[in-house]
Nanobody, 125 residues
Framework: QVQLVESGGGLVQAGDSLRLSCVAS????????MGWFRQAPGKEREFVAR????????YYTDSVKGRFTISRDNAKNTVYLQMNSLTPEDTAVYYC??????????????????WGQGTQVTVSS
């Protein structure tokens, strides 16, 4: 069992940057592959980025490649999402999630068993 808490969201202008953090408790973060998802109003939850337990395998959705960077510090039980060159299309609630360790595609929400409450990111034009 693991509990996840996101932070770092806010209201920014287009072109600005934010760094989101996800702190885990209850179980060491190194047990889990971690993902970031986002959900905009009226839209389905969307995969953003994934990082493996050892940090060696990283994947991004096409719309954020070159702008976002996922990283982890297992010693601090924390996963980060650095977001640069933000656009209004990035506006959403961002969630971190801990994987189940199952043979499920990394971009599918069904592959994650634990979710944080989310942090709001709003990007104005």
């Amino acid at each position: 069992q693991v509990q996840l808490v996101e932070s770092g969201g806010g209201l920014v202008q287009a072109g600005d940057s934010l760094r989101l953090s996800c702190v885990a408790s209850g179980r060491t973060l190194s047990t889990y592959g971690m993902g970031w998802f986002r959900q905009a109003p009226g839209k389905e939850r969307e995969f953003v980025a994934r990082i493996s337990r050892d940090g060696l395998r990283i994947y991004y959705t096409d719309s954020v490649k070159g702008r976002f960077t996922i990283s982890r510090d297992n010693a601090k039980n924390t996963v980060y999402l650095q977001m640069n060159s933000l656009t209004p299309e990035d506006t959403a609630v961002y969630y971190c999630a801990a994987g189940l360790g199952l043979n499920i595609a990394y971009s599918r929400s069904e592959g994650y068993g634990y979710w944080g409450q989310g942090t709001q990111v709003t990007v104005s034009s």
